[in-house]
């Protein structure tokens, strides 16, 4: 399917900034959207991708992530019955989702790059996405966040009287957007269309196939040996134990003075000031949850007698290739969806979509954002910055749309740069279940906010 999309952005692009006199800017923001993939992303991320793939290795080789997995292991069977209980692949999927509620992006792509190189690991025909991939695909464009604090944060420096009334509306929508992603993929991974592996059904028998499966079980067993290490590693001894208790008890502390300043003493921060307990003990979370990861991991670690320098190294070696494998998709992707911009795709669609829209109840205001957030984060943001100024931070478009950029994703960055980690060109229906709950999003979106904010 992205086959036919990305021609047809590139084909319409060229077609729309021809009719338009915009042949100049098409251009010119196919070469600025190459440079950006390849300096403004890639490589930044590399960073980002060694730090955390280092402090995943310590979690796997202290057996953090097998614990994980088994914690809750009931629930992810079920929405992943393809992976094994036991596989690290649960573990890293977890912590992807938790990194994401949190609003932790930095840590969530990382993370969720990680997930597909376990998920890989269990792939027997590389370069097609398997259920499970398409599953956690559809559960990371749905955007599960706890706090949209982008957007909040927009509303709040445009005067909203009260910034966090989205928190609310964003939530529920995020959980319809996930659920009916997660269906949408149920569903169709069981359609014929989906179920056979286009130009692949000859190729059962050819040794270069035998080989990649041989790959498989090869990776498989590796990943099964690494658990078996983690289960067989020293217990804590009784000091290592109150080490630990007395490291979780000083995080508790400062959590607990993050979010009632006034019992303990401490000046109350002004961007915490008249909101809920529950908004400033998910904003304590966020903001305690990566110096905490990084450092109790690699003291559990430490504890269980792992060479944590050694495995951090070791882990983060992988960052660097993973950041260079997704340069072409990302250049691919984000060059289509520039040029497609820049020659007024988005307004022409815009314009044509905007009669059948006004029947149905649909703001025509909003179109514009809905149209550009699965393709580009900046863009969205764009459009979401500009509702604001236009009709006020307390607005009910202006809330409609905090809402929706809350509670969606940029779907075409997710896949291009997750199914790119690990090679995947047939993406099969990971695209149509994302955007369905993208669009799910948007519709109980503007449902719930006119019920609330009407």
Same mark, same amino acid.
């Given at each position: 399917?992205?086959?036919?999309?990305w021609?047809?952005?590139?084909?319409?692009?060229?077609?729309?900034g021809?009719?338009?006199?915009?042949?100049k800017?098409?251009?010119?923001?196919?070469l600025?959207?190459?440079?950006?993939?390849?300096?403004?992303?890639?490589?930044?991320?590399?960073?980002?991708?060694?730090?955390w793939l280092g402090?995943m290795r310590?979690?796997e080789?202290a057996?953090l992530v097998?614990l994980?997995?088994?914690a809750?292991?009931p629930i992810?069977r079920?929405?992943?019955?393809?992976v094994p209980?036991e596989?690290?692949?649960?573990?890293?999927m977890?912590m992807n989702?938790?990194a994401?509620?949190?609003?932790?992006?930095?840590?969530?792509?990382?993370?969720?790059?990680?997930?597909m190189k376990?998920?890989e690991s269990l792939?027997k025909?590389?370069g097609?996405?398997?259920?499970?991939m398409?599953t956690?695909?559809?559960i990371?464009?749905?955007?599960i966040?706890?706090i949209?604090?982008t957007?909040?944060?927009?509303?709040a420096a445009?005067k909203s009287?009260?910034?966090t009334?989205?928190?609310?509306?964003?939530?529920?929508c995020?959980g319809?957007?996930?659920?009916?992603?997660?269906?949408?993929a149920?569903?169709l991974?069981?359609l014929p269309?989906f179920?056979?592996?286009?130009?692949?059904e000859d190729?059962?028998?050819?040794?270069?196939?035998?080989?990649?499966?041989?790959?498989?079980?090869?990776?498989?067993?590796a990943e099964?040996?690494?658990?078996?290490?983690?289960?067989t590693?020293?217990?804590?001894?009784?000091?290592g134990a109150?080490?630990?208790?007395?490291?979780?008890?000083?995080?508790?502390?400062?959590?607990l003075?993050?979010?009632?300043p006034?019992?303990?003493?401490?000046?109350?921060?002004a961007?915490?000031?008249?909101?809920?307990l529950?908004?400033?003990s998910? /904003? &304590? $979370?966020?903001?305690l949850?990566?110096p905490?990861? %990084?450092? #109790?991991?690699p003291?559990?670690?430490?504890?269980?007698? =792992?060479k944590?320098y050694e495995?951090?190294?070791?882990g983060?070696?992988?960052?660097?290739?993973v950041a260079?494998r997704?340069?072409?998709?990302?250049?691919?992707?984000?060059?289509?969806?520039?040029m497609f911009?820049a020659?007024?795709?988005?307004?022409l669609?815009?314009r044509?979509?905007?009669?059948?829209?006004?029947?149905?109840?649909?703001?025509?205001?909003l179109?514009?954002?809905?149209?550009v957030?699965?393709?580009?984060?900046?863009?969205s943001?764009?459009?979401?910055?500009?509702?604001?100024?236009q009709?006020?931070?307390?607005?009910?478009?202006?809330?409609m749309?905090?809402t929706?950029?809350g509670?969606?994703?940029?779907?075409?960055?997710v896949?291009?740069?997750?199914? /790119? &980690? $690990?090679?995947?060109?047939?993406?099969r229906h990971? %695209?149509? #279940?994302?955007?369905t709950a993208d669009?799910?999003?948007? =519709?109980v979106?503007?449902?719930?906010?006119r019920?609330?904010f009407?």
């Amino acid at each position: 399917m992205l086959n036919h999309i990305w021609l047809a952005l590139m084909v319409c692009a060229v077609l729309v900034g021809g009719w338009n006199d915009q042949l100049k800017n098409v251009a010119d923001k196919a070469l600025d959207m190459a440079n950006t993939a390849v300096v403004g992303i890639a490589i930044a991320l590399i960073g980002m991708m060694a730090l955390w793939l280092g402090i995943m290795r310590l979690a796997e080789r202290a057996g953090l992530v097998a614990l994980l997995a088994r914690a809750l292991k009931p629930i992810m069977r079920r929405i992943f019955p393809e992976v094994p209980p036991e596989h690290p692949a649960m573990g890293s999927m977890l912590m992807n989702i938790a990194a994401n509620m949190l609003g932790l992006g930095n840590a969530a792509t990382p993370l969720g790059l990680r997930a597909m190189k376990d998920l890989e690991s269990l792939n027997k025909t590389p370069g097609t996405a398997t259920n499970a991939m398409c599953t956690f695909l559809a559960i990371n464009t749905s955007g599960i966040q706890l706090i949209p604090v982008t957007a909040i944060a927009i509303l709040a420096a445009n005067k909203s009287t009260n910034p966090t009334a989205i928190v609310g509306t964003s939530i529920l929508c995020t959980g319809c957007a996930a659920v009916s992603g997660v269906l949408m993929a149920k569903l169709l991974e069981k359609l014929p269309v989906f179920r056979g592996i286009p130009g692949n059904e000859d190729q059962n028998e050819k040794p270069e196939n035998s080989q990649s499966l041989l790959t498989s079980d090869a990776t498989i067993e590796a990943e099964k040996a690494t658990l078996k290490e983690a289960d067989t590693l020293r217990p804590l001894k009784w000091w290592g134990a109150l080490i630990m208790g007395a490291f979780l008890l000083f995080f508790g502390f400062l959590f607990l003075r993050m979010v009632f300043p006034e019992r303990f003493g401490q000046p109350v921060a002004a961007d915490t000031a008249g909101k809920s307990l529950f908004i400033r003990s998910v /904003g &304590s $979370v966020s903001l305690l949850s990566i110096p905490f990861l %990084l450092s #109790a991991i690699p003291l559990f670690a430490a504890l269980r007698r =792992v060479k944590v320098y050694e495995e951090f190294v070791e882990g983060a070696r992988e960052g660097f290739d993973v950041a260079i494998r997704i340069i072409p998709y990302l250049v691919a992707m984000l060059v289509a969806v520039g040029m497609f911009r820049a020659a007024g795709g988005i307004d022409l669609l815009s314009r044509i979509l905007a009669p059948v829209l006004n029947k149905v109840g649909f703001p025509t205001d909003l179109l514009p954002m809905v149209l550009v957030r699965p393709l580009s984060g900046s863009g969205s943001l764009g459009f979401f910055s500009e509702l604001v100024r236009q009709f006020g931070a307390d607005s009910l478009i202006a809330r409609m749309a905090g809402t929706i950029y809350g509670s969606t994703e940029t779907t075409f960055y997710v896949l291009a740069v997750y199914f /790119g &980690s $690990v090679a995947i060109k047939r993406t099969r229906h990971a %695209l149509l #279940a994302g955007l369905t709950a993208d669009f799910v999003s948007v =519709v109980v979106a503007v449902i719930v906010c006119r019920a609330v904010f009407s």
